[in-house]
């Protein structure tokens, strides 16, 4: 059974920084692909970031040149690097493991629980 926890959420001010981390077991990591997702309230899920088992990445417009996603397939780790936060990206921020770096969330087959992270201006 696949398992993703999410980490590393929390409330930050405009322009700082936070680092999410997922933990995946009972898949061979290096051969999947993992994404990013994320919940605004009241708003559909978007796709933020993925990366294939190759080391290839696809991100979302609005999040180009601020975030960073990376993987270590020594620890079966995905992370989120998140520089220069902004209010609009408050959300619920889910992991998510699937066969290509698409930004479609049917594509992807396992989803963590999620971490809530809170930009303040």
């Known amino acids: 059974q696949v398992h993703l926890v999410e980490s590393g959420g929390g409330l930050m001010q405009a322009g700082g920084s936070l680092r999410l981390s997922c933990a995946a077991s009972?898949?061979?990591?290096?051969?999947?692909?993992m994404a990013w997702f994320r919940q605004a309230p009241g708003k559909e899920r978007e796709f933020v970031a993925a990366?294939?088992?190759?080391?290839?990445?696809n991100y979302v417009d609005s999040v180009k040149g601020r975030f960073t996603i990376s993987r270590d397939n020594a620890k079966n780790t995905v992370y989120l690097q998140m520089n220069s936060l902004k209010p609009e990206d408050t959300a619920v921020y889910y992991c998510?493991?699937?066969?290509?770096?698409?930004?479609?969330?049917?594509?992807?087959?396992?989803w963590g629980q999620g971490t809530q992270v809170t930009v303040s201006s």
């Open positions: 998510a493991a699937g066969s290509g770096t698409t930004g479609v969330a049917s594509t992807y087959g396992a």
């Open positions: 990366i294939g088992w190759k080391s290839s990445t």
């Open positions: 009972g898949l061979t990591f290096s051969t999947y692909a």
